[in-house]
């Protein structure tokens, strides 16, 4: 290994002497215990027992004469090879003077030719510390570095290459060495914040490096893993449209296309999903921006989009709005400004069902009873014992224009009249099959409810009498869990001991129709369904079920593997252009514009 002479040799230097006297001159070498000088009288020698201190002229660091013989004296030993003494005596001259950088520099030298690597790194960086103009210190980060790097200490080797670019960012070493410490960072180490510090720095100092493109691509790749996602696309952009024929540029076009799905900018997001698919040869990345495909048709909202709680658990229509009731209260979502309003009533209380009209909106909760909100005046009445239902859980409503209708744990179904405000209460010795209503939907012949394992009953409004369905296609022990009426037909969504599936009833022809849609080998999970007048969506745990009334069959769509990955949804909701899917994960919305155009990418 190269030894790099004391940067102390032909340097001007203060001497002074134990006898009081000081001279000034060119210290040409140490040699037989004297210290040889050029001064302006001629040449002089110094015995090294006259010399007290040594101040170097270039950077007025003052340094003892012994420390300065001793850094002598371990040069000579190394000389004949006797590297241990060397090591002592480098040891005594940064004890006799701790700012001395040549010794330093030369005992890390020596210390790593012993390969003791970080013993050596600790003491040339105090070397670098003290003299960070010395000359070859860039040469010898760059060296390390790659030694580091080659005995397969990575993070050494990163932290010593961008040590280099910090200390020596004009040195013709350091556009290499900043992108290796960042793609090191990136890559090897997984540690994002020294890779950000690393390639930031890169890009910034040498945009038009050959490694550029793939700077900007771990920067944006990192930036969207953190979030930051303005960032990851301004990066990611650069990428795209300053390197057209990078091999970075399809992987950036990916990251960038999940900026956009994270952004809820999808059509954004396919427009770089077709660009990939369009020019990558990469069957792997092909077949993942495929599958990004999927959850481009969603969003999903959560907490931090105004959700008062991830968990929701009942969605209502009305008008412009759709309210969404949480485990932790209700908000509304504004269809025409796309986004929720920002308003929480009931903070805290758990929302199992919602229903809405002109004037109020009524809630059923967990523990707190039937509440009612009048919109206009943005006050709140309550409904419980003996005014109200006998249960304080309501977990289903339906309203029409004469009455509401609620559901109960336990307590059978509830008839509030709208005209005369009294309520009406339905158990099993009205004619129900059970008390424990999970479903209930008016329509202007009858209202239809869905029960826990008693299948479903029908109010009828003419004789103002229950009946228990007893067609196969609905009873057999089945738990109704919803019910979506749909122009001449109503449809409902059951599950029982090891099935679960749907059913259908025709109300021109009074028949019914059942699709079993899954079958299991223990306890069948629980589905729920949604429908309008041109189309029915059945959500289960594990996806999305379309009908097609032209083939009369079902097509499946995916979940997005954060909303609903083994999460029935709670509620579904069908508007015009989206499906609203209410789970413990979030809210998820389904844009119904983008399905077609999706499946004809899939198909090219």
Request: hydrophobic share 40%; with cysteine.
């Amino acid at each position: 290994m190269v030894l790099f002479a004391s940067n102390a040799i032909s340097q001007e230097v203060i001497v002074l002497m134990s006898n009081g006297d000081q001279v000034t001159g060119s210290l040409l070498e140490y040699k037989d215990d004297k210290l040889i000088l050029r001064t302006r009288s001629g040449t002089l020698r110094i015995s090294a027992d006259n010399l007290v201190l040594i101040e170097f002229a270039s950077n007025k660091t003052q340094i003892s004469g012994q420390a300065y013989l001793h850094l002598k004296k371990g040069k000579q030993l190394l000389e004949m090879g006797m590297e241990n003494e060397a090591i002592e005596k480098f040891r005594a001259a940064i004890l006799e003077s701790p700012m001395y950088a040549d010794a330093y520099y030369d005992l890390g030298v020596l210390l790593e030719k012993q390969g003791k690597t970080k013993e050596a790194l600790e003491y040339i960086d105090r070397a670098m510390t003290i003299d960070p103009d010395r000359a070859g210190m860039a040469r010898r980060l760059l060296e390390l570095a790659d030694i580091y790097f080659n005995k397969g200490q990575v993070e050494a080797a990163a932290e010593r290459y961008y040590l280099l670019f910090v200390n020596y960012p004009r040195d013709g070493a350091a556009e290499y060495a900043v992108y290796r410490a960042g793609f090191l960072f990136a890559e090897e180490l997984k540690n994002n914040e020294s890779a950000l510090a690393a390639l930031e720095g890169a890009v910034a100092a040498f945009p038009k490096s050959s490694y550029a493109d793939r700077g900007f691509y771990e920067l944006g790749r990192i930036y969207e893993e953190q979030g930051a996602l303005e960032a990851a696309e301004s990066t990611l952009i650069r990428l795209v449209s300053g390197f057209p024929s990078s091999q970075w540029n399809d992987d950036g076009r990916y990251i960038l296309a999940k900026v956009y799905h994270r952004q809820r900018r999808n059509e954004d997001a396919i427009r770089e999903i077709i660009s990939l698919m369009n020019t990558s040869s990469d069957a792997i990345l092909i077949s993942a921006a495929e599958g990004m495909l999927d959850d481009c048709m969603w969003i999903v909202y959560l907490v931090a989009d105004g959700l008062p709680g991830d968990d929701v658990r009942a969605l209502a229509r009305d008008g412009d709005y759709i309210w969404v009731g949480t485990s932790a209260g209700i908000t509304r979502f504004d269809l025409g400004e796309n986004s929720f309003t920002g308003e929480t009533l009931l903070p805290g209380t758990e929302v199992r069902a919602l229903a809405a009209d002109d004037l109020y909106l009524w809630a059923g909760t967990q523990d707190s009873g039937v509440m009612r909100y009048d919109k206009l005046g943005e006050t709140w009445a309550s409904y419980t014992e003996p005014e109200g239902p006998a249960s304080n859980r309501a977990f289903a409503m339906s309203i029409d224009s004469s009455d509401v209708w609620m559901g109960t744990a336990l307590g059978g179904v509830y008839q509030y009249s709208k005209q005369n405000g009294s309520w009406t209460s339905y158990k099993i010795d009205d004619g129900l099959s059970s008390n424990n209503i999970l479903s209930i939907a008016s329509t202007p012949k009858g209202v239809w409810c869905g029960t826990l394992k008693k299948g479903v009953c029908l109010f009828d409004r003419l004789t103002g009498k229950w009946q228990i369905e007893t067609d196969r296609a609905i009873a057999g022990g089945r738990s109704v869990t919803s019910i979506a009426p749909c122009g001449n037909h109503v449809w409902f969504a059951w599950y029982r001991e090891l099935s679960n599936g749907v059913s259908k009833y025709d109300t021109t022809t009074k028949t019914w129709e059942e699709t079993t849609v899954a079958d299991y080998t223990s306890t069948a999970n629980i589905i729920n369904l949604g429908a309008n007048d041109k189309e029915v969506w059945l959500g289960t745990d594990t996806g999305v079920l379309f009908y097609d009334r032209a083939t009369s069959g079902w097509s499946p769509f995916n979940y997005p593997s954060e909303l609903m990955e083994h999460v029935p949804p709670m509620c579904v909701l069908v508007t015009d252009n989206s499906v609203w899917f209410a789970t413990s994960q979030g809210l998820g919305r389904l844009d119904r514009r983008l399905i077609d155009q999706i499946e004809r990418i899939k198909q090219k």
